[in-house]
């Protein structure tokens, strides 16, 4: 009938698209300050040319393989895309670039092989360069840019991608605020100013527009870093340039927000083609602004369609949904407006009646978005289980082996062998195989897991069980050895003899890694650490202070079990300060050689340590107390990071390495002592090559961008 009619794809609005993805391209980088010193171009174009600017908001994860499935398909990834987020297979999802593939345009890409990776086949011509080298900031662009001049000067492509790398290779090295920002931004600047040119010097002999849109695929935090959810990491630039547009007439004022998914429907009807399928997207209307009111509802009337479509799809309630309840009180007006517009009523009451339609279209447009995005987050729960069993059993046979592992003997051992012949074995992997099988036939296709050989699928049945059947044996050891006290009497008394250090330790360790899985923790990690380590550190002092007076007697096994506890700290408080671990070390250090023998003067030492720690302790939480959430506030980090202290920097960066190399070199070979003095003398070149710090024989380190 009339629906059906309706839903037949219009003719394209624009003939060639160009899309210019910027990777960690920050709205401040464009419509900031930055962007008026560095882009004056683009600038220009936002502020007084035929442009539509917007923000794009991103969802998080904020990394770069979800990040162009979210652009391309405009559907919305769950969590689970970050693991695979380094070999991303094909996309099999309906997209705009196999949509465009299907519909005989000519596609061509140059820029991050992410994108042949997700599009192998769409490709008439490509030249994909690899982010691996994140240390690389001008040869990944430079790959682009060589073919820009060739490829704008043909006419066999109807699309053409480019995805610039550099400028977040800077971000994650150098930071947002690095001087070598500018002139990346600066060599964009410049590339969008020839495509722009070329493109409107086409547009006479073409009887369509064309089209060029500029996006990031995700912003950078404070520190250049991108994943999370911060403001500057999910804040995008989104524009559209063409000569199909009017020119701005009032001066822009702060940009209109968007989705990021929105940009795959508004191609799709910019191109002539259907919106994706999974789509959850709305058309950015501006884009479609300057055609009659008929086809602007027609477009409008397409997204909400297959929005709604997805809806019920997704959801038995569907009617009762308020969008597609809006969705259809918009289609019965607009079938009204239709009646009136063939009956030649061509009034200034039909256009008004027009725009009220298209208000509530675009109502229903963002209702049906919103709940969409509620429903569509599916995930794989089969292969989730699967995994988390894994894991879980590994973890409990770590912990079952800790006793053993922290006793003298400090042995490991995994009873593997016996209970792979028994019994249960064998039973748990038929019952798990039976499982498998009844789950993958119900599930369909859905499940990363049931997609494997069967052979694999096998493979990690047998895994779990022979856990499973290892956990078992384990714990019957256990109780074995707590049962027979007599025959095997370093086991039993090791376990029974925990000290309140030991149980701190692991209950620590359990604890911190359990605050890691904490969604609403996520980036502040650190203050679980340092929490801890604060206790374990009063701990340690109680310790000391309990065998120094009221146990009289220090024998030899009591100074080990102290120097074991100091080497823990040592190894986990140089896990999470890499940077500056010298001034710990030294502490340590001497902690370590006075307790071997505690009496006279060294007692003292060795009850101060635990306070020293402590003050260092603090000083290396001053170094960055704001975290990263709050990493745009100024802190003692930032002050030495600057480049006007760069010399307290260089200062404490050498005092630290030699400081390394005078505590170390004592237990050392003379070959030893000459790698590391040459090891730490790279760290200092590296540091100073890249611009941390100074050589003493520079003044001013003038020439960092070389
Ligand atoms: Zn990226
Ligand atoms: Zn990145």
Same mark, same amino acid.
């Given at each position: 009938g009339m629906v059906s009619n309706w839903t037949t794809i219009p003719p394209p609005l624009f003939k060639k698209v160009v899309i210019v993805l910027i990777d960690a391209l920050r709205d401040d980088f464009v419509f900031g300050s930055k962007g008026k010193q560095f882009m004056p171009y683009t600038t220009q174009v936002v502020e007084k040319g035929t442009s539509y600017s917007f923000i794009a908001e991103a969802k998080p994860p904020t990394v770069t393989m979800p990040r162009i499935k979210a652009l391309m398909t405009g559907?919305?990834?769950?969590?689970?895309?970050?693991?695979?987020?380094?070999? !991303?297979?094909?996309?099999?999802?309906?997209?705009?670039?196999?949509?465009?593939?299907?519909? @005989?345009?000519?596609?061509?890409?140059? @820029?991050?092989? +992410?994108?042949?990776?997700?599009?192998?086949?769409?490709?008439?011509?490509?030249?994909?360069?690899?982010?691996?080298?994140?240390?690389?900031?001008?040869?990944?662009?430079?790959?682009?840019?060589?073919?820009?001049?060739? *490829?704008?000067?043909?006419?066999?492509?109807?699309?053409?991608?480019?995805?610039?790398?550099?400028?977040?290779?800077?971000?994650?090295? +150098?930071?947002?605020?690095?001087?070598?920002?500018?002139?990346?931004?600066?060599?964009?600047?410049?590339?969008?100013?020839?495509?722009?040119? !070329?493109?409107?010097?086409?547009?006479?002999?073409?009887?369509?527009?064309?089209?060029?849109?500029?996006?990031?695929?995700?912003?950078? $935090?404070?520190?250049?870093?991108?994943?999370?959810? !911060?403001? @500057?990491?999910?804040?995008?630039?989104?524009?559209?340039?063409?000569?199909?547009?009017?020119?701005? !007439?009032?001066?822009?004022?702060?940009?209109?927000? *968007?989705?990021?998914?929105?940009?795959? $429907?508004?191609?799709?009807?910019?191109?002539?083609?259907?919106?994706?399928?999974?789509?959850?997207?709305?058309?950015?209307?501006?884009?479609?602004?300057?055609?009659?009111?008929?086809?602007?509802?027609?477009?409008?009337?397409?997204?909400?369609?297959?929005?709604?479509?997805?809806?019920?799809?997704?959801?038995?309630?569907?009617?009762?949904?308020?969008?597609? %309840?809006?969705?259809?009180?918009?289609?019965?007006?607009?079938?009204?407006?239709?009646?009136?517009?063939?009956?030649?009523?061509?009034? %200034?009451?039909?256009?008004?009646?027009?725009?009220?339609?298209?208000?509530?279209?675009? %109502?229903?447009?963002?209702?049906?978005? /919103?709940?969409?995005?509620?429903?569509?987050?599916?995930?794989?729960?089969?292969?989730?289980?699967?995994?988390?069993?894994?894991?879980?059993?590994?973890?409990?046979?770590?912990?079952?082996?800790?006793?053993?592992?922290?006793?003298?003997?400090?042995?490991? %051992?995994?009873?593997? /062998?016996?209970?792979?012949?028994?019994?249960?074995?064998?039973?748990?992997?038929?019952?798990?195989?039976? *499982?498998?099988?009844i789950v993958c036939t119900s599930a369909g296709s859905l499940c990363y897991f049931c997609s494997m050989s069967w052979l694999t699928a096998v493979g990690v049945m047998m895994l779990i069980s022979a856990l499973m059947c290892g956990i078992l044996s384990a714990i019957a050891k256990i109780f074995e050895n707590s049962r027979l006290p007599a025959k095997n009497p370093v086991v039993s008394s090791s376990s029974s003899s925990w000290s309140e250090i030991d149980v701190l330790i692991l209950a620590g360790t359990i604890g911190h890694v359990l605050s890691l899985g904490a969604s609403s923790f996520i980036e502040e990690e650190h203050q679980t650490w340092y929490f801890l380590i604060n206790t374990l550190c009063l701990v340690l002092c109680q310790e000391l202070c309990r065998n120094n007076f009221l146990l009289k007697e220090c024998d030899l096994q009591h100074s080990t079990n102290v120097k074991q506890n100091f080497d823990s700290i040592g190894e986990t408080s140089e896990c999470k300060n890499i940077d500056i671990p010298a001034a710990s070390n030294s502490k340590l250090g001497k902690a370590t050689s006075s307790s071997e023998f505690i009496k006279g003067s060294d007692k003292w030492i060795s009850l101060a340590t635990p306070w020293i720690i402590l003050i260092c302790c603090r000083l290396l939480r001053s170094l960055n107390q704001t975290g990263v959430q709050w990493a745009h506030r100024p802190d003692f980090g930032h002050w030495l990071t600057s480049s006007e202290h760069k010399s307290e920097l260089s200062f404490l960066a050498?005092?630290?390495?030699?400081?390394?190399?005078?505590?170390?070199?004592?237990?050392?070979?003379? *070959?030893?002592?000459?790698?590391?003095?040459?090891?730490?003398?790279?760290?200092?070149?590296?540091?100073?090559?890249?611009?941390?710090?100074?050589?003493?024989?520079?003044?001013?380190?003038k020439d960092i961008s070389k």
């Open positions: 559907s919305i990834p769950g969590f689970i895309d970050v693991v695979v987020n380094l070999n !991303s297979p094909a996309l099999l999802d309906d997209n705009l670039i196999w949509q465009a593939k299907t519909a @005989g345009k000519r596609i061509i890409f140059y @820029g991050d092989d +992410t994108w042949v990776k997700l599009f192998p086949k769409h490709f008439v011509e490509y030249d994909g360069t690899t982010s691996f080298f994140v240390s690389d900031f001008t040869e990944v662009d430079d790959n682009v840019t060589r073919h820009l001049d060739r *490829v704008l000067k043909r006419e066999d492509w109807d699309l053409l991608i480019l995805h610039y790398l550099g400028l977040d290779h800077i971000g994650h090295v +150098t930071g947002p605020n690095s001087p070598l920002v500018g002139p990346k931004l600066r060599e964009m600047d410049n590339i969008l100013k020839k495509i722009h040119i !070329s493109l409107l010097s086409k547009v006479e002999e073409a009887s369509l527009p064309n089209l060029l849109v500029v996006c990031g695929d995700h912003g950078m $935090s404070e520190t250049g870093s991108h994943g999370g959810s !911060s403001e @500057g990491e999910v804040h995008t630039p989104l524009l559209f340039i063409s000569s199909a547009f009017e020119k701005r !007439s009032a001066p822009l004022t702060q940009p209109e927000h *968007v989705q990021q998914t929105d940009l795959a $429907s508004t191609l799709a009807i910019g191109l002539g083609l259907p919106i994706s399928r999974n789509s959850v997207g709305n058309l950015i209307l501006p884009v479609v602004g300057g055609k009659t009111m008929r086809e602007q509802l027609r477009f409008v009337h397409l997204n909400g369609f297959q929005l709604s479509r997805l809806l019920q799809e997704n959801t038995p309630a569907y009617e009762k949904d308020p969008g597609y %309840e809006h969705f259809k009180i918009a289609e019965k007006s607009h079938g009204n407006w239709i009646k009136l517009y063939l009956e030649g009523n061509n009034s %200034e009451i039909l256009l008004n009646l027009g725009k009220k339609v298209l208000k509530q279209y675009l %109502e229903a447009l963002k209702t049906l978005s /919103s709940s969409l995005s509620r429903q569509v987050a599916q995930y794989d729960m089969y292969s989730m289980v699967v995994g988390t069993v894994i894991i879980m059993e590994v973890l409990l046979l770590l912990l079952l082996s800790v006793p053993k592992a922290l006793s003298k003997r400090a042995e490991f %051992e995994v009873p593997l /062998s016996p209970p792979l012949f028994s019994l249960l074995f064998y039973l748990m992997c038929l019952m798990l195989c039976a *499982v498998h099988v050498a005092v630290s390495l030699l400081m390394i190399f005078f505590l170390v070199q004592r237990r050392c070979s003379l *070959v030893s002592k000459i790698a590391m003095a040459l090891g730490l003398l790279g760290v200092y070149s590296y540091r100073a090559a890249i611009g941390n710090v100074v050589f003493p024989w520079q003044h001013g380190g």
